[in-house]
Every structure is written in C-alpha cells, then in structure tokens.
C-alpha cells in the first residue's frame, strides 16, 4: 500500500528518492528545515547560470549548504542555442569547477533556431564535458524534445547514450505527477534518472524566502551517487552480453584499448563495492595504461589513477583489450 502523506496541499504517493532544484529565485535556503523536510531531501541541484554570460549569485551558497550536509548536489546551466557551445561550456565550468556531482544543461529555449542547429550545439556542449571526464546530464521536457531538439526525421546522435537524462512532466493542478514519464526519441526508459513530477511543491517547508513554489524531483534509478551512464555492450544475446568466450587477460598487459562501440565509464572503486559511482567516461578506441588489474570474482578491473578505475571485463563482456 502506498504511504500518504499531506505535507503539500496535495497527497504524496510517490517513494521514490525526492530531490529540488533551486536558483536565486528560491531566496535563502534553511538547511535545517531542509534536513526535516518530508519526504527526505536526498539530492538537489543549483542553477550555475545562462549561456556565457549570466552566474547566478546564489548558486556557491546553495553548493555551500548542500554540500556541507552530504547531500548530493550538481548545477544546472540554461543552454543558449544561438550562443557559441564552447563559450558556454567555460562559463558553466568557471562557475561551477569540475567536482559537482551531475553538470545538466537545460534545454527549454529554442531561441529560434533549427533542431539541426540546436541538436549540433547542445553535442559540442555535451561531448566537450564528456571528453572532460564529466558526470553530463540533460535536462528538458518531452514536447520540447520532440518538437525542437529531436522532431523526424533527423538521425539520433551517439552521446545521447552517454549522459543521463533528467525529464520534466507535471501535472497543470499542481499535483505530483505519478509517472511515468512520456518517452523521448532516441532515450531509452533506463537513461531516465530524474523525473521532475511537481512545481508546486512548498518552498516555505525548507525556509525559502523567494518565490512561494518550488520544483520537486523523484530518483528513479537507484539512489542519488549511484547513477550511471548506460553503456550497451557488443553482441546479439537477449541480457546484452557477449555470444562467444571472452579472451584471456594477460595479467602482465599495462595499455589497453576501449573497444566497447559506447564506450566506458571511469569509477572511482568496482562496482559492487561501497560507494562506487561513476566519475568519467572514455569514448571507443581510447587508450588507458594501467597501473595495476585487480580480479573480483569473475571480473577484471584496472586501476588507472588513484580513485580511477574501469572494467576490462565485467559480467562476461570485454570492454579493454
């Protein structure tokens, strides 16, 4: 049975993890209320600012006090289509650093330009921070896919395998939307890490002095700092992993090529172990050395760095050779 609380003006059903995001119109934040907030605040993100230009002058406070409690915390920057990408992506990583849990790049403004423009900007902003190691996420509505960024026919591009997709549907009452989400072209259900379900969740409940309403997030995959790009192994078998024998790993082999076509994701520890999340990605064909391959079970890891680490064979599948 589902738990029904009444803390909005509205009841709550869902159990998912709950999240905000927040800028200067929120006003001040009371950490306080935000640690006695129901449901639990597990993550919440703080918008850095707007194209090349804009820095939205709450955002280090609210890093500040989130980040100060535990709570996983990323920015959000509004991306401008008619706006030079690269210059965005150095106002978005001036403004936050590159140590933010998530880095989303809102997509809601056309600005009136072509989906083919706008499609081509937002992959240079994307693949720039990719290519940067970055946790990439993009954040938009699903008619705002559908009609602006992606309509038919133009062809799916490959990063967008390679970011996590927060997507935001409510309810015109207000209410929590109870999902799930309207799907979006070319994003498969699993890339779908936030719904954003409500816009009328009280801002009053966390000390907020600015606008009387606040966004309200669900985590759908996992838990906030477990997140991970989707990445789909070569091969036909139905569970996604190799139909012939994998090859041995010479032990001794110190440079190793990434030959999974999407891919792979940088870990700070193996999966399976306490805390593991991703913290970068290496595109196909890039090469890593080494420093040291560590055997869990049936799988093999190399450890790259220190805190750096990526699967040479997990579950079966090869992904460095």
Not at 45 to 68: I, L
Request: contains cysteine; proline residues 7%.
């Amino acid at each position: 049975m589902a738990i029904i609380t009444y803390t909005q003006d509205f009841p709550i059903t869902r159990t998912e993890p709950f999240g905000i995001d927040v800028s200067m119109h929120n006003g001040a934040v009371d950490m306080a209320k935000v640690r006695a907030h129901t449901p639990k605040i597990t993550f919440a993100w703080g918008k850095t600012g707007e194209s090349w230009g804009y820095e939205d002058p709450k955002f280090d406070g609210y890093r500040a006090g989130f980040e100060d409690d535990g709570i996983w915390f990323g920015g959000y920057h509004f991306f401008y289509p008619a706006e030079d990408p690269k210059a965005q992506v150095r106002k978005f990583l001036e403004i936050g650093g590159k140590s933010l849990a998530g880095y989303a790049w809102d997509m809601e403004f056309s600005h009136g330009q072509s989906p083919e423009k706008i499609l081509k900007g937002l992959g240079i902003a994307v693949c720039e921070m990719l290519n940067m190691g970055l946790p990439v996420w993009v954040y938009s509505m699903p008619y705002f896919m559908r009609d602006h960024v992606i309509p038919e026919p133009l062809a799916v591009p490959e990063w967008f395998k390679h970011v996590n997709w927060w997507i935001a549907q409510v309810l015109t009452s207000g209410r929590e939307h109870p999902g799930p989400v309207e799907e979006v072209r070319g994003v498969s259900p699993e890339q779908v890490i936030i719904h954003q379900s409500a816009w009328k969740w009280k801002g009053s409940l966390i000390g907020q002095v600015g606008s009387h309403h606040l966004d309200g997030n669900r985590w759908l995959k996992g838990t906030p700092g477990h997140e991970e790009v989707l990445v789909i192994p070569d091969g036909n078998s139905q569970d996604g992993t190799q139909n012939v024998p994998p090859p041995e790993i010479d032990p001794n082999q110190k440079i190793f090529k990434v030959i999974s076509p999407n891919g792979l994701n940088v870990r700070d520890v193996p999966i399976g172990q306490l805390g593991s999340q991703v913290i970068g990605y290496l595109p196909c064909g890039a090469t890593v050395t080494a420093l040291e391959l560590v055997t869990i079970g049936q799988d093999v890891w190399a450890r790259i760095g220190d805190w750096k680490c990526c699967a040479v064979k997990y579950k079966g599948v090869v992904y460095l050779e």
